[in-house]
């Protein structure tokens, strides 16, 4: 919005009369006036909060990941690991807490290809564990995110 003020110079100047009492007073005002009106009054815009991921994996040493689940809708969230090579399920659970984490340990697999399969609400994560055990107390992990998405069709649920 545009306002323009025409005010001869006259006017903004402060009269020093002892007979106006007031007259020191008004420029004042005016002045005050005129600063507030081109300040804004609107409240300042909060911030939005980074959102964090609802599933976090970190691989923290060389047999091991780590899973934080930040679920505050608390909808199930299922984690799901199973062997590859033989289709054994070596852990399926279920949990609706705000927040999980847990730390899946592969140091006493046997070698062989991993999925970890995580699922809360309807975003969907799948990660390939490569467990590589050449000698006993030597195990390591390669770790491959192979899927992420968000999942439309309860039919799409059902394959891993």
Known sequence: MKTSFNFPVAQLAPKQTASAPGAILRP??????????FTGTAAP???????TPPVQVTQPDATSLRIRINNPSQEPARIQVVHLDNGTW???????????????????LPSGRYAVVLRVGPDRYRYTVQVESKAPGTT???VRETTTHRVESGLATASL
């Open 90 to 108: 070596i852990l399926n659970e279920t949990h609706s807490d705000p927040a999980y984490g847990t730390r899946l340990k592969f140091d006493n």
């Open 28 to 37: 004042a005002l005016l002045g005050l006036l005129l600063t507030t009106s």
């Open 140 to 142: 390591t992990i390669a």
């Open 45 to 51: 815009q909060p911030q939005a909060a980074p959102q």
